[in-house]
């Protein structure tokens, strides 16, 4: 699988029949796994020769140039190409080596200025069987192929960040209030409010809900949240930032998300002390929401949903992030929608949440020069928000992609005895945010490790639960009863890769691996 730069002689020569050989080479590269690339600056001089053989572009560029991404050419490229005797040439090279170091250029001329990118002409591409046989390939498999990703819709993050730069609008410009209208009509809510990251998602959530329920900027420590202990640390964390202090209720393994029976079991045992729920709607697999809500509306309590891994996953058909009074979402770029750094959004459908919502992410106040609680320092940037307003257009169908990757999985590793796959709840719409399954009567360990000798990489989420972390010891903690399913599930759990793209062989490899473990 190889990022390959086609020069332009080899595609008029293909297009416009003049060589059979180019035809068959170029024929059979559209079809294959590779990353095929032409750049900018070889448009017009494709253009003119398309103009000249009455070639039509229309058709052209539906059946053959969709195929292909077109890399940016920046103003930095053209001078430096200007350095070079071939500048033309030079200009090609410069762009497509900034995103492919590693690529590979396909032309008639075998002395074309490559800048040390290996170069062949289409015989030698045609013998080289690598180029067209999945059964050769011999590299690694990431977690996640985030240059893969990039590559794979980079005309339209391109557009959208120099767009972006133009306008010269850094801070809470036209493309963040742009992305919460579409986020909140993607969920169902009324608001959706951009903010830092997922973590302070949570926190504001909870400052939000202190002020409106209590009207003090802060819970109290003898406030209780429940919350799972199986989680990433900002869950907790982020109780322990709004001044309360984490109640920690296990999981369902089936589906390592909070077990409502247990929920219920903690509000009678703590009674009034108890507040709030956040669960997590873990790995992109949604908490049973029926049996939560049900809860907090019985015993008066506010539920804030942890999204970070949900974005798309539904309930009985609702979208996450649309039960609760919030829905916290990260935009970390490991995420099925995920920025180019950090970044989350709040969704709620509550007026008076929205706007204590609005000011606490701009330093607490409506007005920043005279402000009115403790705030934060927490807007989505711009320019994130414009990467992901041009991602947003992708993200049902990588998450369509997601759920047929997981499916093969399943499928192909639910006759492997010592493997646990995932499991789907009847009302819930799985967006496999992460492929976890469990490790049984093995060690999780040295699969991880015969994994990484194979070349393919694996993660653990999560090690170590939070309650037996040194930060929450330290500071605060409730545990409701046993918490013996959120320590079996941290000492036996394992996601394997599940990036969009990810391909067939790729998968075949893993499964083969699994098989001879």
């Not at 893969?148 to 339209?156: D, H, L, Q, T, V």
């Not at 504001?204 to 003898?222: Q, V, Y």
């Not at 939560?292 to 539904?314: H, P, T, W, Y």
Request: hydrophobic residues 40%; contains cysteine.
């Amino acid at each position: 699988m190889s990022k390959i730069l086609v020069d332009i002689n080899v595609i008029l020569d293909a297009v416009l029949n003049r060589n059979k050989i180019s035809k068959e080479l170029v024929d059979r590269l559209v079809n294959s796994y590779n990353e095929l690339f032409i750049t900018s600056s070889m448009v017009a001089t494709l253009d003119y020769f398309l103009n000249k053989y009455k070639v039509d572009k229309k058709k052209f560029k539906k059946e053959l140039l969709t195929k292909f991404k077109i890399v940016t050419t920046s103003g930095m490229d053209a001078s430096k190409a200007l350095d070079f005797e071939d500048g033309e040439d030079a200009l090609i090279v410069l762009s497509f080596k900034r995103i492919a170091n590693d690529g590979i250029i396909i032309s008639n001329d075998k002395d074309f200025p490559s800048m040390g990118l290996p170069v062949l002409t289409p015989d030698e591409a045609l013998k080289k069987k690598e180029l067209f046989e999945s059964s050769s390939f011999s590299g690694t498999v990431p977690m996640l192929d985030l240059p893969m990703e990039y590559r794979s819709m980079m005309e339209k993050i391109d557009e959208a960040v120099l767009k972006c730069m133009s306008k010269a609008k850094y801070i809470l410009g036209d493309e963040v209030k742009e992305l919460e209208t579409k986020v909140a009509q993607y969920i169902g809510t009324k608001y959706a409010v951009g903010v830092s990251s997922g973590t302070d998602a949570l926190v504001l959530s909870l400052r939000a809900l202190a002020i409106k329920n209590t009207g003090k900027e802060f819970w109290d420590k003898e406030d209780l949240i429940i919350t799972t202990p199986f989680t990433f640390t900002a869950t907790g964390e982020a109780i322990l930032r709004a001044g309360a202090t984490p109640l920690f209720v296990d999981i369902d393994l089936e589906t390592y998300t909070i077990d409502p029976e247990l929920i219920e079991k903690a509000v009678k045992k703590y009674g009034r002390k108890v507040k709030g729920i956040i669960p997590v709607h873990l790995y992109g697999h949604p908490a049973n929401m029926d049996e939560i809500m049900k809860i907090a509306r019985e015993n008066d309590l506010f539920v804030v949903e942890d999204c970070a891994q949900s974005f798309g996953a539904r309930w009985d058909g609702k979208q996450t992030g649309s039960f609760g009074d919030t829905g916290c979402f990260s935009f970390f770029p490991s995420k099925n929608l995920g920025g180019f750094g950090d970044g989350g959004m709040v969704t709620t459908n509550d007026d008076e949440l929205y706007e204590l919502l609005l000011m606490l992410r701009k330093h607490g106040g409506k007005d920043k020069y005279n402000v009115d609680y403790i705030g934060y320092n927490a807007r989505l940037d711009t320019i994130q928000a414009a990467i992901l307003l041009a991602k947003f257009k992708y993200i049902d169908e990588f998450n369509k992609r997601r759920r047929k990757i997981a499916n093969n999985y399943s499928e192909k590793l639910k006759d492997l005895n010592w493997i646990e796959i995932p499991f789907e709840h009847s009302k819930a719409h799985h967006v496999y945010h992460q492929y976890t399954v469990r490790v049984l009567n093995r060690n999780r360990d040295d699969v991880q490790k015969k994994l990484k000798e194979n070349g393919i990489s694996s993660m653990v989420y999560y090690p170590i639960p939070l309650h037996k972390m040194k930060v929450f010891i330290n500071s605060s903690m409730e545990i409701s009863e046993s918490l013996k399913n959120s320590e079996l599930a941290s000492q036996s759990v394992l996601s394997l890769p599940i990036e969009p793209l990810i391909r067939e062989f790729q998968i075949s490899k893993i499964l083969e691996t699994l098989r001879e473990i």
